[in-house]
């Protein structure tokens, strides 16, 4: 598994506004965004505004309470998109699909 962090990854541009995004929510740590490629009617990222390179990496470094707030808020965001139901998942590894290693949540979405 990947362990490295790598500044040259897409989000870690997007998060630094060198490369647009379609906002849907942003506070000091995380950022959400549609995905470019959607693979559900509502498909968005959230993202740490922190360096972790995966799930595994962001756990392991995070606190209780920095864990805590980012599936709050993934959930809060959900919420405010008016779902009628969602999937909640996160590509760790490439084997599993991770292919922009800066560690995202994908919200998937269906609606009412
Ligand atoms: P993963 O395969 O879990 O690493 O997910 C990466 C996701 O990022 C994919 O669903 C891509 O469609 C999405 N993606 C790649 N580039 C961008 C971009 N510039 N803006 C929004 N989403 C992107």
């Known amino acids: 598994m990947q362990n490295e962090y790598d500044d040259n990854n897409i989000f870690?541009?997007?998060i630094n506004g060198?490369?647009?995004c379609n906002k849907?929510?942003?506070d000091d740590e995380v950022l959400c965004f549609h995905d470019i490629n959607p693979?559900?009617?509502?498909?968005v990222l959230l993202v740490p505004k922190e360096k972790y390179v995966s799930f595994d990496d962001f756990?392991?470094?995070s606190g209780m309470?920095?864990?805590y707030k980012f599936f709050r808020t993934?959930?809060?965001i959900a919420q405010n998109l008016d779902l009628k139901s969602y999937r909640?998942?996160?590509?760790?590894?490439?084997?599993?699909?991770?292919v922009v290693f800066h560690y995202h949540l994908h919200i998937m979405g269906y609606l009412k």
Do not use: D, L, T
């Not at 909640?88 to 991770?98: D, F, K, P, Y």
């Open 12 to 14: 870690w541009k997007i």
């Open 18 to 20: 060198e490369i647009p």
């Open 24 to 26: 849907v929510y942003e």
């Open 39 to 43: 693979k559900a009617p509502v498909h």
């Open 59 to 61: 756990v392991k470094k």
């Open 65 to 67: 309470e920095k864990v």
């Open 74 to 76: 993934a959930a809060e």
């Open 88 to 98: 909640i998942v996160a590509n760790c590894g490439s084997e599993a699909g991770q």
